[in-house]
C-alpha cells in the first residue's frame, strides 16, 4: 500500500478542520496537491502543507492508499469523514468526529479516540485501541438516522450514548461504557465485555446489546424473558449464561438485552417470574 | 435609486389584460412609470425573456413563534443545507425551515417580492414582526388568529356583530395584522381541554357556539370593516377522509353573504380540505367535487396546498390535526396552545411516492388546480413547509405547464393511487398568463394589494424577469428549462433596484410590513373599559404590554380602510 | 425578589470603560475600549461570544451579527442551565402552553425537582394553584382551610396533654400513625390540586396536596415507569426510585384522571445523572398522556431572558445556542461548540462576555481557560469576570433604562420598558455592540482580511 505521512508542524491550538484528510481526497494528487489542500484553522482558511508536514507517496485509487497521521492532533476533527476507500492510522489520541458518515475502509487509533466517533457510519471499520468519548456511530442531533452499517472496536472504554438511535452495524467495546449504551436503538449489534454505568438499551425498540460484565440495575421498562446459556454477536458466539430481557416497554420495544448472569447476583431476583 | 427601463421583455401582466406582448417597463422612484423622459437611466435588456410582476405569496409559514419552535426543534433539517455569509448577505440555514435572511434570500432568488405568513397568534404578535424585520427582500405581512379568540366567540355567540367587529379592529391594529385567519374554527378552543370540532355545527364546549356562528360571524365582521382580502380559512376537520364535506358546508354557509361578484371567503390550501372516503383505506380524491362548486360560484377563492414528495416540516395552528399526525407518523411532536386564543402543533412528516396515501394527496393538489377552471380562483402554493417547502415552486410550475412532466411523475407514484387519480385524463396545461395570475396577479387580487401583481403605471416596481424565450420554448415538453428558469431569475427587482441577477444577490434590501388599520366610524365602538377589565382576567400580560408598538415595525406600511361600524 | 434588583442596581457599577494597561485595570475612553475590544475579536482564530441571557433581545440580534463577522462562536446560558432542556425536544419535541392556559384550565400540578416557593415565588399566585381561572377557582381557601385544619389539630393534641397533665389523668398513647400507604383523597377531586415530587422536602412540598420523596438520581427511571404504567403494563420490580409500585399505580390513575394536567419541571433535572434523558423521559410521559387527557410540560428557567437567546439565535441562525460561525455559516454541536466544554479543552483565544459571570459560574477548568486569553466584558456591574477582564464596558442597565423586548418563560414576548434615565456615560448593550461591528468591519477592510 502506497503510505502518506502527516504530523503537524506546531501544537494546535483551535479547532482544526481535516476532512480533506481522506484516501478519497488525497488519491490521484501529489505531495504538491495533497499540501494545498483547504481546511479550516478555528476561523481562518489554512492549507494542509501550511499546517502538516507531509510524506510519503499518494497513489490514483484510493483504496491502495494509507494515510499515517503522527502527532498531537488531538484538536483536528473530521479526519476520515464520508471516506470510502483506503486505510487511515491515526498513532495517539484521534479528535471529534473521527469517520464521521464514512462508507468504507479502515480506521486506526493507537490511543483514545474523542466524541462522535464513528457517527452516522455507513460501513467500513475503526478501531480504538484506548478509549472514546460520547455518542460513538449516533445520530446528529434531532435526528433518528445512527449508524447503520460497519464497525466500530473500542479496545477501552466508550462514554455515554454508545450507538445512539443506531440501526444497523456492530460495536465491540472490551472495556466499559457510561450511561445509556444503545440509546434509542432501532436495529443492530452491540457487545460490552465490561461494565455498563447503566441505562444500557433506554429506548430500544430492535436489535441487541450483549453486556457480559457488571450492570447495576435493568430499567424497569424491561421485561425478563428467559435464561440463555450464550448469545451470538456477529456470527461468533459469546458464552453466557446471560439474562435475556426484552425492552425498552416505554416504546413498545422488542429489543434484547442480555447480561451476563454470575457478574450481576443483584439480578438474581428477576429469576422468579420465569 | 437609478432610473430603470426593462426593455423588449415579453410581458404578462394579467390584472391589465397583457398577454405577453414585447414591451418595455419603465421604473422611476420605486415605481412603474408611463416612460421614463430622462436621459440617465440603466437598461436591462430582456430580450427572449419573460417579465411578469414580482411574485406574490399569500399563504407561507416564514415566520413566528411556532414556525421558530419548528426550527429549534429541527436541527437535523438544517445542518446540510447551509447558506455561508457573503459580502453582501448574512449565513443561514435551509431545507424545509429555512433561518430568517435564508427565507427572503430564497424567495427573492425565484422572483418572488412578496410574502404573507398566515398565522400569528395575536398575543405573540411582537415575536412574529421581529422576525418579520429579519427577513430580507420581500414585502410581508401576517393574519392574526382569531376564530377561537374568547373575545371573538363571546359576541358572536350572543349575536353581537358590531362588537366583534369593533374588537377585531382593534386586535387588527395592535397586532399590526393584515387579515382574518381562521383554523379549525371551534376547534382550537375545544382542543385547550384537549377536544375537537366534529363539524361546522358541533358545539364548541363551554361557550355554546358552532364554528359555523363563527365563520358567518367573522364573515360579517371582515365585511363591516372593509378589510382587503376576505376571511382566510383552514377548514374545520382538516386532514380527515371524508372531509370534502366540510369544505363545502364552509364554502356553502357564507355563499349568501355575497352581495356581488366578489369573493367572501378564501379557503386555503384546499389540497388538504378536499379528501374523499371514509377511512384511509377508501380514501380518495375530491377535487372533482371542490371544483364543480367553485367553478358555478364567485363568492370563493383558494390555493392548492401542493405536495412535493419528499421531507418536510408539518407546522399549523390546528392543534388536534397536528395530533393526529404525530399519531400517524410517531415522528416528534410539539404542541403549543396559546391561552384565550389559539395554538399550534409541529410535526416533521416525509412525503412518499410509493405511499397510497400521499400520492393520491399530490394528485389531489393538481386536480384543484386543473379541474378549476378559472385561475382567478386557485392559486399556487404548498402552504410552506406543510405540503411542501417553497423551493419547490418551479417543480410546481412545471406540473402545472406540461403534462409530460406530471406523466413522468406519474410512473413512479403508487400504482393504486394512480388508477384512482383524475390526472392521466386531464390534458390540460397552464399557460404563461394562467400562470402569472396563479402565482402573482391573482393572490395580489385576493389580497386587496392594489399596487402588487400588475405592472401598471402606480404599481410598486416589483418584478421577475425569468430566462425563457416563449418563442423558442415550448414548456409542455421543455419543462426542465422552466424549472431552472424559474428557479433562478435572471432579474428580480424590488422597489426599483435590481436586488438578484441570474440567481444571485446583488443587494440586500429590507422590505415593508403591511398591515391594516380599519377607522371606526364611530368613536363609541373604540375598546371600551370593560374590555380593558375583561382582558387582565383573561391574559397573563397586561394590556398595555399587549400592543405592538408601530416603530416596531422596520418598515411599518398601514392600509387604513373606513369600518362601517 | 425582583424589587431587589430593581432598587439596588445602581451600586456598584463601573462608571466608565476600563482597559488592561501593564497589568492594571484603567479607566480609557469609549472609543479606546471599543477599538481595543474590535482589535482583540477581529485578530481571534476562535473567539467566543458568551451570557446574553440578561440583555435584551436587541441586543442579542446585534450580538449574533457579531458572532457572525468575526466567524466566532456564540453561545448562551442555556448551556450551563436548561440545554438538556432544548436537546431532549430536539430529540422527542413537547406538549406546552402559555401560562394563562394552566391558570385558566389546569385541575392538576406537577412540581418535579422544583420549588417555586422559593425560586419563583409570584408563579402559584399568578399561574397556578393560588390564581383564579376561567374554569377553574384558586385553591387557596383548599390550602387555607387544610392548613387550618392541621393547626387545629395540633392544637387539639396540646390541650389534650395539657389536660392530661393538669388533671392526673393517663395521656392516651398518641395514636401510632400508619405509614401513607396509599394517595390522599385530594388527589382525586376534581378542584386545583399539587403534587410536588423532590429528593427532600422544600417549602412547595409543605403547601402541596402530596409530596413524593423520590431518590437522587432516578427520575429517569420514574419516568419510563410511569409511561408503562398509564398502559396498564406490569413492572416486574417492587419499587422505582425508591417508591414502591403501588404508589406510581395510584399516581398512574391521578395523571389518567385529571382535565388538564401540568408538569413543571425545575434545573433539578436538567442537573441530575442522565441530564438531557431525564427530560426526555419527562416530555415522553406528557406526551403519552395526551392519549388520555390534556397534559402539557414546562420548564421553571432562571435567567430573565435566557428564553429570548434562544428564539432570537433560532431565528437569525437556525439553532438555539453553541453556534459556530467559523467556517462562514451557523453549525451547531452542543458538546463541541458549546462554551463550556470548548472552554475546558482550552479551544478558543478570545472572549466577549455579555451580562453574564462565567468566572463565577463555570466549571474551575473552563474559567481558568477563559481568564487566559484576552477578555472583553459588557456588563451593568462589577463580577468577578470583570476582575480578571482586559476590557470591561460599563452599560446601561435593560428593562430599567433601556427598552427592549424580553421572552418570558413560556416563549411570550414582552416589552423592557424603560423606567429611570439611561447614564450618559453608559450606552446600551446593543449600542456598544454596534459599536464594535463597525469597528471590526473597518480593521477588517484595512487590513484585507477575510475570516472565511
Known amino acids: 500500500m502506497a503510505v502518506v505521512s502527516l504530523r503537524p508542524k506546531y501544537l494546535f491550538k483551535v479547532p482544526v478542520e481535516a476532512q480533506c484528510i481522506t484516501p478519497d481526497v488525497f488519491a490521484n494528487k501529489n505531495l504538491d496537491e495533497i499540501a494545498k489542500l483547504q481546511l479550516w484553522e478555528g476561523n481562518k482558511q489554512r492549507t494542509l502543507g501550511e499546517l502538516f508536514e507531509i510524506e510519503g507517496e499518494a497513489t490514483d485509487k484510493p483504496e491502495d492508499l494509507c494515510i499515517h497521521v503522527h502527532g498531537d492532533v488531538r484538536k483536528v476533527t473530521r479526519i476520515g469523514a464520508d471516506m470510502s476507500a483506503g486505510e487511515i492510522m491515526i498513532y495517539r489520541d484521534a479528535g471529534v468526529h473521527l469517520g464521521e458518515e464514512m462508507k468504507n475502509g479502515k480506521i486506526t487509533v493507537g490511543g483514545n479516540a474523542d466524541s462522535w466517533l464513528g457517527a452516522m457510519m455507513h460501513g467500513g471499520t475503526i478501531e480504538v485501541k484506548g478509549n472514546t468519548g460520547d455518542y460513538v456511530g449516533a445520530a446528529y442531533r434531532g435526528s433518528v438516522k445512527g449508524m447503520r452499517g460497519g464497525t466500530i472496536i473500542i479496545h477501552g472504554n466508550a462514554g455515554n450514548e454508545l450507538g445512539c438511535f443506531m440501526r444497523k452495524g456492530l460495536i465491540k467495546v472490551y472495556g466499559g461504557t457510561a450511561q445509556f449504551a444503545g440509546m434509542h436503538m432501532k436495529n443492530g449489534t452491540i457487545l460490552i465485555v465490561g461494565d455498563s454505568e447503566g441505562r444500557a438499551g433506554a429506548e430500544m425498540t430492535g436489535g441487541k446489546i450483549v453486556v457480559s460484565g457488571k450492570i447495576e440495575e435493568i430499567l424497569p421498562t424491561f421485561t425478563i424473558d428467559s435464561v440463555k446459556a450464550k448469545v451470538k454477536v456477529n456470527g461468533d458466539e459469546v458464552a453466557g449464561p446471560f439474562y435475556l430481557f426484552v425492552g425498552d416497554k416505554a416504546e413498545n420495544g422488542e429489543g434484547k438485552l442480555y447480561v451476563a448472569q454470575s457478574p450481576n447476583p443483584r439480578l438474581k431476583f428477576y429469576e422468579q417470574y420465569l | 435609486m437609478a432610473n430603470l427601463l426593462i426593455k423588449n421583455g415579453f410581458v404578462y401582466d394579467p390584472l391589465n389584460g397583457i398577454n405577453g406582448e414585447k414591451m418595455d417597463i419603465a421604473i422611476k422612484n420605486g415605481k412603474i412609470v408611463d416612460k421614463l423622459d430622462v436621459k440617465r437611466k440603466k437598461t436591462i435588456d430582456a430580450s427572449g425573456m419573460i417579465v411578469m410582476p414580482g411574485g406574490v405569496d ?301 400520492a393520491v394527496q399530490w394528485s389531489i393538489g393538481l386536480e384543484l388546480a386543473l379541474l378549476i377552471k378559472d385561475p382567478w380562483k386557485i392559486f399556487m402554493t404548498t402552504d410552506h413547509p406543510n405540503a411542501a417547502p417553497f423551493i419547490f415552486y418551479p417543480k410546481i410550475i412545471s406540473w402545472l405547464m406540461s403534462r409530460a412532466a406530471r406523466e413522468k411523475l406519474m410512473k413512479k407514484v403508487n400504482r393504486r393511487a394512480l388508477h384512482k387519480s383524475l390526472l392521466p385524463t386531464i390534458d390540460r396545461e397552464y399557460t404563461f398568463a394562467e400562470l402569472a395570475i396563479a402565482t402573482r396577479a391573482g393572490q395580489a387580487r385576493s389580497l386587496g394589494l392594489k399596487q402588487k401583481g ?102 411599518s406600511h398601514p392600509i387604513t380602510v373606513k369600518a362601517e361600524v | ?153 395540633r392544637r387539639m393534641q396540646r390541650a389534650a396533654k395539657l389536660a392530661g397533665e393538669i388533671h392526673g389523668l393517663p395521656v392516651a398513647a398518641p395514636s401510632v400513625e400508619e405509614p401513607v400507604q396509599r394517595l390522599p383523597h385530594a388527589l382525586f377531586e376534581k378542584e386545583r390540586k399539587m403534587i410536588v415530587v423532590d429528593v427532600r422536602r422544600t417549602r412547595t412540598a409543605d403547601i402541596a396536596d402530596y409530596f413524593l420523596e423520590v431518590e437522587p438520581n432516578k427520575d429517569y427511571e420514574i419516568f419510563q415507569a410511569l409511561r408503562t404504567l398509564i398502559r396498564d403494563e406490569e413492572l416486574e420490580v417492587d419499587s422505582v426510585g425508591g417508591v414502591p409500585v403501588e404508589i406510581l399505580e395510584d399516581l398512574t390513575d391521578v395523571l389518567v384522571g385529571c382535565e388538564f394536567g401540568v408538569l413543571f419541571f425545575g434545573v433539578g433535572l436538567t442537573m441530575s445523572e442522565g441530564k438531557l434523558r431525564n427530560i426526555e423521559a419527562g416530555i415522553s410521559l406528557v406526551r403519552d398522556l395526551n392519549q388520555f387527557t390534556k397534559f402539557i410540560i414546562m420548564p421553571m428557567r432562571g435567567h430573565y431572558n435566557v428564553t429570548g437567546a434562544n428564539i432570537v439565535s433560532t431565528w437569525q441562525t437556525g439553532y438555539p445556542y453553541a453556534v459556530d460561525f467559523s467556517h462562514g455559516y451557523p453549525r451547531y454541536n452542543p458538546g463541541e461548540t458549546s462554551v463550556v466544554d470548548l472552554l475546558s479543552r482550552d479551544e478558543s483565544d478570545a472572549a466577549l462576555i455579555v451580562a453574564s459571570d462565567p468566572v463565577a459560574h463555570f466549571p474551575k477548568e473552563a474559567a481558568k481557560n477563559l481568564i487566559k486569553h484576552p477578555l472583553i466584558v459588557i456588563d451593568t456591574g462589577t463580577s468577578a469576570t470583570t476582575v480578571f477582564a482586559d476590557v470591561v464596558l460599563p452599560t446601561a442597565v435593560s428593562g430599567i433604562e433601556v427598552e427592549g423586548t424580553a421572552y418570558r418563560m413560556d416563549r411570550v414576548p414582552l416589552p423592557l420598558k424603560k423606567v429611570v434615565r439611561q447614564p450618559k456615560a453608559c450606552p446600551s448593550d446593543e449600542q456598544i455592540l454596534r459599536r464594535i461591528i463597525r469597528e471590526v468591519r473597518r480593521l477588517k477592510k484595512k487590513g484585507g482580511r477575510s475570516n472565511g
Not at chain 2, 225 to 233: A, E, G, K, Q, R
Not at chain 2, 257 to 269: R, W
Not at chain 2, 496 to 524: A, C, R
Not at chain 3, 56 to 83: F, P, Q, W, Y
Open chain 2, 454 to 555: 400588475h405592472l401598471d403605471v402606480g404599481a410598486d416596481a416589483d418584478i421577475a424577469v425569468y430566462n425563457i424565450n416563449q418563442e423558442q420554448v415550448d414548456p409542455s415538453k421543455q419543462y426542465k428549462l422552466i424549472r431552472r428558469a424559474f428557479k433562478n431569475a435572471a432579474y428580480t427587482i424590488k422597489d426599483g433596484e435590481v436586488v438578484v441577477k441570474d440567481g444571485e444577490i446583488v443587494k440586500s434590501v429590507e422590505g415593508k410590513t403591511f398591515w391594516v388599520k380599519p377607522e371606526l366610524s364611530n368613536p363609541i365602538m373604540e375598546i371600551s373599559p370593560r374590555l380593558k377589565e375583561a382582558f387582565e382576567d383573561y391574559y397573563t400580560v397586561q394590556y398595555e404590554n399587549y400592543v405592538v408598538p408601530e416603530h416596531h415595525l422596520a418598515i
Open chain 3, 1 to 153: 425578589m425582583g424589587e431587589s434588583k430593581f432598587l439596588g442596581y445602581s451600586l456598584h457599577r463601573p462608571q466608565k470603560p476600563l482597559i488592561r494597561k501593564n497589568g492594571e485595570l484603567v479607566e480609557a475612553s469609549l472609543n479606546e475600549a471599543v477599538k481595543k475590544s474590535a482589535e482583540i475579536l477581529a485578530e481571534a482564530s476562535y473567539p467566543i461570544l458568551y451570557g446574553w441571557s440578561n440583555t435584551s433581545c436587541e441586543a442579542i440580534r446585534v450580538g449574533v451579527e457579531l458572532a457572525e463577522e468575526v466567524g466566532g462562536v456564540i453561545d448562551n446560558t442555556s448551556t450551563v442551565c436548561h440545554g438538556p432542556s432544548v436537546l431532549s425536544i430536539q430529540d422527542v419535541g413537547f406538549s406546552t402552553c402559555t401560562l394563562g392556559q394552566i391558570r385558566h384550565r389546569a385541575d392538576l400540578v406537577l412540581y418535579w425537582a422544583s420549588n417555586p416557593w422559593s425560586a419563583h415565588p409570584r408563579h402559584l399566585e399568578r399561574y397556578t394553584n393560588f390564581t383564579e381561572g376561567r374554569f377553574r377557582s384558586s385553591a387557596w381557601n383548599k390550602y387555607l382551610d387544610s392548613l387550618g385544619a392541621y393547626r387545629s389539630e
Open chain 2, 58 to 358: 399569500l399563504h407561507s409559514h416564514i415566520a413566528g413563534p411556532k414556525v421558530n419552535s419548528g426550527r429549534m426543534f429541527r436541527p437535523e433539517d438544517h445542518f446540510k443545507d447551509v447558506e455561508p455569509k457573503t459580502e453582501k448577505t448574512r449565513s443561514g440555514v435551509g431545507r424545509s425551515i429555512p433561518s430568517t435572511f435564508t427565507t427572503g434570500y430564497r424567495y427573492a432568488r425565484m422572483g418572488y417580492t412578496t410574502v404573507m405568513d398566515p398565522a400569528m397568534p395575536p398575543l405573540m404578535a411582537r415575536h412574529e414582526h421581529e422576525e418579520l424585520n429579519d427577513t430580507p427582500m420581500i414585502d410581508k405581512g401576517a393574519y392574526p388568529l382569531l376564530s377561537d379568540c374568547w373575545f371573538v366567540l363571546e359576541p358572536l355567540q350572543k349575536g353581537l356583530i358590531e362588537k366583534c367587529a369593533a374588537y377585531v379592529a382593534w386586535t387588527m391594529e395592535a397586532t399590526r395584522g393584515y387579515a382574518i385567519k381562521l383554523v379549525n374554527p371551534g376547534g382550537l378552543e375545544a382542543w385547550g381541554f384537549g377536544g375537537n370540532v366534529r363539524d361546522i355545527d358541533d358545539t364548541v364546549p363551554h361557550f355554546n357556539i358552532t364554528p359555523r356562528e363563527i365563520i358567518q360571524g367573522l364573515c360579517k365582521v371582515n365585511q363591516l370593516l372593509h378589510m382587503p382580502h376576505t376571511i382566510h380559512v383552514h377548514t374545520n376537520n382538516l386532514g380527515k377522509p371524508g372531509n370534502f364535506q366540510t369544505c363545502l358546508e364552509t364554502m356553502k354557509c357564507v355563499e349568501n353573504l355575497a352581495n356581488n361578484d366578489k369573493p367572501v371567503i378564501h379557503v386555503t390550501h384546499c389540497q388538504f380540505s378536499s379528501f374523499k372516503g371514509s377511512d384511509w383505506r377508501t380514501f380518495e380524491s375530491g377535487a372533482e367535487e371542490i371544483a364543480k362548486y367553485v367553478n358555478t360560484r364567485s363568492h370563493v377563492t383558494t390555493d392548492m396546498g401542493q405536495v412535493v414528495f419528499g421531507d418536510t416540516t408539518t407546522m399549523t395552528a390546528d392543534g388536534p390535526f397536528q395530533y393526529i399526525l404525530y399519531q400517524l407518523s410517531h415522528n416528534k411532536w410539539i404542541n403549543s396552545d396559546v391561552e384565550t386564543e389559539t395554538s399550534a402543533g409541529i410535526v416533521p412528516f416525509r412525503y412518499k411516492r410509493s405511499s397510497f396515501v400521499h
